[in-house]
């Protein structure tokens, strides 16, 4: 009976990781979104992940990766746009 | 099925079977060239083929027969053959992948006159194949198919010895399928050669060739449907007179028709494919649309693949993974092959769980739940274009998941070790049962 419900249990986490990981979450964020809206313990989720990672090396790989490179994208689209805003007040002040 | 009914009169297929096959013989025993079909005489076969008369002799070739032309023939008994060969689906893709093989093959001979030359080398470089292709196709005769391919191919050789002076024509499944595509913009009964020729305008075609061609085309038309159920019957015995013939009538007409049903065959597949809205997610970064450009091509071809392998017996696998390989060309299908293709075919969920193996990008595609079924309820919308997801959304999506423990997993990834988890918690002082505190 433990086993099936904890086995249940980490599906549900499982299953939790792979929606956080559709937000484009790494593990940190997922295990505080896990622990905040699904009540689940950040050291569960932090393992779950772990094992998850172990199963799925190449997916991980190629996730950390993607996300490194939106983030990358992302920042160089923040940077650019505090340049421009930075532009366009001084343009004002002439 | 094709037995050649060499004779001047209509005869029922029994009989001309038997006649072609003993006329066959006599013909052969006279040649002493490779260039078997060369040196036939078609025209004789098809006698009754002439401009003014409207009544073609039946035409079936002896299978034994046509396994012996293996020359120039070849390309189209290659695609009748492999037309023949296919049943249902898998029809429409060999249809494709073979007429694109041959197409290749034949591009030289286009309305060349040295049809024969060219035929034989030809014939020659692709006698394995062919032979190989033969072999398997006699199961399955499209009787319809096999009449019009042997058709075209014979028209083409028609004329060897200037029966008819008229150029010779070589109808290659190219050139036939542009004929049948300017047919039937026409309409079959409406269709007049001049009409024709003006549609496909083609240089090398005279209204002559057109006319007969239209013709043997109509004609074979009206025996469609009344050889259907001959074919099975046909197809068993052909199997033991062993390949070829088949092949070369099925080559001709349903080639064309079949290419331009292969790309919807994949469609009714596609039905499935809300199971993954979840993706739209990934819909804006390239990485993503790749993927997403990437997978729906999948869908079409990967349903397919298991319907192969339970082909009837002759037909020998080695010939579909080159087809397949072939047909996949187009969609420019990633790397990684299902289980029943050595060619590059995603493995996907129709067959199988998530396979380790596969490049992640793959397996986001996958659903690992096929039991689960189609869920009834979509996650709720993500952020597509936002890098810091909000709090609703998660908080949405999260209590989604656990409302509705049914749903399949949106990525598939293998699940973890049982074990390994609950070692490393406990080392952690966890028990498993679902903690009440966070």
Redesign the interface.
């Known amino acids: 009976m433990?086993d099936s419900?904890?086995?249940?249990?980490?599906?549900?986490v499982?299953?939790?990781i792979?929606?956080?990981?559709?937000?484009?979450?790494n593990k940190e964020e997922c295990m505080e979104?896990?622990?905040?809206?699904?009540?689940?313990?950040?050291?569960?989720t932090s393992?779950?992940w772990?094992?998850?990672e172990?199963?799925?090396k190449?997916?991980?790989?190629?996730?950390s990766r993607?996300r490194a490179?939106?983030?990358s994208?992302?920042e160089r689209e923040t940077r650019q746009r505090i340049e421009n805003m930075v532009l366009d007040s001084s343009n004002e002040r002439v | 099925m094709l037995a050649v009914s060499p004779l001047r009169s209509t005869r029922d297929e029994e009989q001309g079977e038997m006649e072609s096959f003993s006329i066959g013989t006599d013909d052969f025993a006279d040649l002493s060239e490779g260039n078997l079909l060369e040196s036939i005489n078609f025209d004789d076969l098809f006698m009754g083929i002439n401009d003014d008369e409207d009544v073609l002799p039946d035409l079936e070739m002896d299978p034994e027969m046509l396994a012996e032309f293996s020359l120039s023939e070849e390309s189209e008994i290659v695609s009748s053959v492999s037309v023949v060969n296919n049943k249902s689906d898998d029809r429409n893709e060999n249809n494709i992948v073979t007429t694109e093989k041959q197409d290749e093959v034949i591009a030289a001979n286009f309305c060349s006159d040295s049809g024969s030359n060219s035929g034989s080398s030809r014939g020659e470089e692709i006698a394995s194949k062919s032979e190989e292709s033969i072999h398997s196709v006699v199961v399955n005769p499209s009787p319809k198919e096999s009449e019009k391919g042997r058709k075209s191919s014979t028209h083409s050789r028609n004329n060897p010895q200037g029966k008819r002076k008229v150029k010779k024509v070589d109808w290659t499944p190219e050139l036939h399928r542009r004929f049948v595509q300017a047919v039937e913009q026409l309409g079959v009964d409406k269709a007049v050669p001049s009409r024709i020729l003006e549609i496909m305008g083609i240089d090398c075609l005279t209204r002559h060739n057109i006319a007969s061609h239209l013709q043997k085309y109509r004609s074979h038309r009206k025996h469609l449907l009344a050889r259907e159920a001959e074919a099975a019957r046909l197809s068993q015995r052909k199997q033991f007179m062993g390949a070829a013939s088949v092949g070369r009538g099925g080559g001709g007409s349903k080639r064309d028709v079949n290419p331009w049903l292969a790309p919807t065959m994949g469609f009714p597949h596609m039905t499935p494919m809300h199971h993954f809205r979840?993706f739209h997610?990934w819909g804006h970064?390239t990485?993503?649309q790749s993927f997403m450009h990437m997978w729906p091509k999948h869908l079409p071809y990967s349903p397919s693949p298991p319907a192969w392998p339970p082909r009837t017996a002759p037909s020998p696998p080695p010939p579909d993974p080159l087809y397949w390989h072939q047909h996949q060309r187009a969609p420019n299908a990633p790397t990684p092959g299902t289980p029943c293709f050595p060619p590059p075919l995603t493995s996907t969920r129709f067959g199988s769980q998530?396979v380790?193996g596969?490049?992640?990008?793959h397996?986001?595609f996958q659903i690992v739940d096929p039991g689960i079924g189609i869920p009834a309820t979509q996650?709720p919308p993500?952020?597509l274009l936002d890098?810091h997801?909000s709090k609703e959304?998660?908080?949405a999506?999260?209590?989604d998941?656990?409302s509705k423990?049914w749903?399949p997993?949106?990525?598939?990834?293998?699940?973890?070790?049982?074990d390994?988890?609950?070692g490393?918690?406990q080392r952690?002082g966890?028990p498993?049962?679902?903690?009440s505190?966070?």
């Open positions: 433990e419900s904890s086995a249940a249990y980490i599906r549900l499982h299953r939790l792979e929606e956080c990981i559709l937000f484009n979450m979104a896990l622990s905040k809206h699904a009540n689940i313990k950040p050291v569960i393992t779950v772990k094992e998850l172990k199963e799925n190449e997916f991980f790989e190629a996730y993607s490179e939106k983030a994208v992302s | 979840p997610v970064h990485m993503d998530t380790p596969i490049p992640p990008h397996t986001m996650p993500r952020p890098f997801p959304s998660i908080d999506a999260i209590s998941v656990l423990p749903l997993l949106p990525l598939g990834l293998k699940g973890p070790a049982l390994g988890v609950m490393e918690l952690q966890i498993k049962i679902p903690p505190c966070a």
